[in-house]
């Protein structure tokens, strides 16, 4: 999918450095890198990919811009590990991930997308209701000591 010379791709092992970089990058702006971050982060082959799960890129003029998963959490698929880098934030292109993530969701015919953020997160909290995430309760031992929020889309 190409928009606004960007192009979103898929998973390829020779982009692991922009996952965990890009990803690295907001969470220790905003929090610290956690246990389960780190094992997923450092391997997306296997925490992500070899789990059923997917990675997806953005490719913003040949440059590696942005980043997001679908972790196959056995009972659903988690949205997660979404970051743009900050230089080229505020183009859409975190708003095209979504997007993109939606559409494939639909083309595997899943019946909904969870994620877990943090409500200090207040742009990313705006764009997932504004993509028609809906908050569900939180358990108690979600694998994010940060979050405070759970949301989900039903498809």
Same mark, same amino acid.
């Given at each position: 999918?190409?928009?606004? /010379?960007? $192009?979103?791709?898929?998973?390829? @092992?020779?982009?692991?450095? %922009? !996952?965990?970089?890009? +990803?690295?990058?907001?969470?220790?702006?905003?929090?610290?890198?956690?246990?389960?971050?780190?094992?997923?982060?450092? /391997?997306? $082959?296997?925490?992500?990919?070899? @789990?059923?799960?997917?990675? %997806? !890129?953005?490719?913003? +003029?040949?440059?590696?811009?942005?980043?997001?998963?679908?972790?196959?959490?056995?009972?659903?698929?988690?949205?997660?590990?979404?970051?743009?880098?900050?230089?080229?934030?505020?183009?859409?292109?975190?708003?095209?991930?979504? +997007?993109?993530?939606?559409?494939?969701?639909?083309?595997?015919?899943?019946?909904?997308?969870?994620?877990?953020?943090?409500?200090?997160?207040?742009?990313?909290?705006?764009?997932?209701?504004?993509?028609?995430?809906?908050?569900?309760?939180?358990?108690?031992?979600?694998?994010?000591?940060?979050?405070?929020?759970?949301?989900?889309?039903?498809?």
């Amino acid at each position: 999918m190409i928009k606004n /010379n960007v $192009k979103i791709i898929e998973y390829q @092992s020779k982009y692991d450095v %922009f !996952f965990y970089n890009l +990803n690295v990058e907001w969470l220790e702006k905003y929090f610290y890198i956690e246990p389960y971050d780190k094992k997923v982060l450092s /391997n997306p $082959k296997k925490y992500v990919i070899d @789990s059923g799960g997917f990675i %997806f !890129f953005a490719k913003y +003029n040949n440059k590696i811009v942005g980043v997001v998963s679908l972790i196959n959490q056995k009972t659903f698929f988690e949205l997660s590990k979404m970051a743009v880098s900050p230089k080229y934030q505020g183009l859409g292109i975190g708003l095209q991930l979504m +997007n993109f993530c939606i559409e494939f969701a639909k083309s595997k015919d899943w019946k909904s997308i969870t994620l877990y953020s943090h409500r200090k997160l207040v742009a990313a909290i705006n764009l997932y209701k504004k993509m028609g995430f809906k908050e569900i309760p939180l358990e108690e031992n979600s694998h994010y000591e940060r979050s405070d929020i759970k949301m989900i889309l039903m498809l």
